[in-house]
């Protein structure tokens, strides 16, 4: 599975849009991009996924570049609830996530 | 509600004691595994099942067993357990493209 790259921490200002960024070069082409994050302790939630093209859910939208080695999560409008631990996991479609350290998110007022 | 439930959420326990950490899904998923969460370590996978009495290691499956006899359950069992087991555990269950979590299972081996 191809490992992903993500900066340690963020901050992003409440109401502004939240881009976490990830790096996947090994990714190879049958290889999803995940998105997860864990508030605080909490069981891990599921955020979005794709292959190759952009995708939008109510949550988030995921854009992955062309040659498909990096990819940028967006929340549009941040607020203090999306403070956590956002991951990035790139695996075959097989259910496995092998999980990194993530990108510690905080949303400041 | 589509859930993932565990249990117990907070165990403290000391070495040698057996116990069983359950975890049960209600949306009929084949996929099923377990993982415990260390600081700077991540998560890491324990053991997965396929289905009903299929299971397999994951990454650290030492000094941990699981049952799959039925789709809804899959316990962990810890036969005798040690400090360096003491993590927060996750239950996880699969529909074909997204893993649900359950809430956790603080555990404490003294």
């Known amino acids: 599975d191809a490992k992903t790259t993500q900066p340690p921490s963020m901050d992003c200002a409440e109401g502004r849009a939240a881009n976490l960024p990830c790096n996947h070069s090994t990714i190879s082409g049958n290889e999803y991009v995940y998105w997860y994050r864990q508030i605080h302790s909490q069981g891990p939630q599921y955020i979005i996924h794709?292959?190759?093209?952009?995708e939008t859910n109510e949550m988030a939208s995921l854009i992955i570049t062309e040659d498909r080695k990096s990819s940028t999560l967006i929340l549009p409008h941040a607020t203090l609830r999306d403070t956590a631990v956002y991951y990035c996991i790139a695996l075959l479609y097989n259910r496995k996530l092998i999980w990194g350290l993530g990108t510690s998110l905080a949303v400041n007022p | 509600e589509a859930q993932v439930t565990q249990n117990p959420r907070y165990l403290i326990t000391v070495t040698g004691k057996k116990l069983t950490v359950t975890c049960s899904q209600n949306?009929?998923?084949?996929?099923m595994s377990w993982y415990r969460q260390d600081p700077g370590l991540g998560l890491r996978q324990i053991y997965y099942?396929?289905?009903?009495?299929?299971?397999d290691k994951g990454d650290v499956p030492e000094g941990y067993k699981v049952s799959r006899k039925e789709k809804r359950n899959f316990p962990l069992i810890l036969e005798s357990p040690s400090p360096n087991q003491t993590s927060l555990y996750f239950c996880a269950s699969s529909s074909a493209d997204t893993q649900y979590f359950g809430p956790g299972t603080r555990l404490t081996v003294l």
């Open positions: 949306m009929n998923h084949e996929y």
């Open positions: 794709g292959l190759k093209n952009n």
């Open positions: 099942s396929m289905n009903v009495e299929v299971t």
